[in-house]
Structures are given as structure tokens and as C-alpha cells.
């Protein structure tokens, strides 16, 4: 059974740093993609990065490309998001999300129960 365990959400001023942590269970994930999404009130769900567990590639949205790196530590299990110079734009429920294989784009199979994620201007 896949567990996805996000934490690390808050309340931060713009312009601030917050660290998200995904922690991941139930199987090895060297063939996964690892996949950050958010979702803002009244809004869809959007893609904010993904990373290959094999090879530490990276790939990330636009809107949060050169302030948000994500990254993984095999020993833990577990993703981060690391996100900088945050704006007011960024206040969501961010989502870590798993794939087996294929690529970064694609449906994800499995979802963590999300965590907030509030950027007060």
C-alpha cells in the first residue's frame, strides 16, 4: 500500500521560504516520478514540479521555475519542495503525488492528503 505523507505547510509573509516534505511508503521508488501539485480556492489542481527518483531530474511549471527546487533523499524516502521568494499567488494545498514509470506529465496514481500552504502580502 502506497502512503504519501506531505508536512511542512504554514502561514508564511511574501517574499519567505517554507520547506515541503513528502514521505513515501508501501514501495521502492527508484522507478517513479515524484510529482508536486497545488490547488488554490475556486481553482483546478496544477502541476508545480516532479522529479525522477532514478535520476534526480527535475522539471517544474513556469509560474515557480528558479524559486522552487525539489528534491529527494533516497535514505529517507522522501521528497521536498523547497520554495522560495513566495508570493501571495502560491497560497494553495499542495499535493505530492507518485507515477510508476512512463513520464512526469502523465495521471498519477497515487496522492498524499495535501498540505496548506497560506502567502500573506
Known amino acids: 500500500q502506497v502512503q504519501l505523507v506531505e508536512s511542512g505547510g504554514g502561514l508564511v509573509q511574501a517574499g519567505g521560504s517554507l520547506r515541503l516534505s513528502c514521505a513515501a511508503s508501501?514501495?521502492?521508488?527508484?522507478?517513479?516520478?515524484m510529482g508536486w501539485f497545488r490547488q488554490a480556492p475556486g481553482k483546478e489542481r496544477e502541476f508545480v514540479g516532479a522529479i525522477n527518483w532514478n535520476s534526480g531530474t527535475t522539471y517544474y511549471a513556469d509560474s515557480v521555475k528558479g524559486r522552487f527546487t525539489i528534491s529527494r533523499d533516497n535514505a529517507k524516502n522522501t521528497v521536498y519542495l523547497q520554495m522560495n521568494s513566495l508570493k501571495s499567488e502560491d497560497t494553495a494545498v499542495y499535493y505530492c503525488a507518485a507515477r510508476s514509470g512512463g513520464t512526469y506529465y502523465l495521471t498519477y496514481d497515487y496522492w498524499g492528503q495535501g498540505t496548506q500552504v497560506t502567502v500573506s502580502s
Open positions: 508501501g514501495r521502492t521508488f527508484r522507478n517513479y516520478f
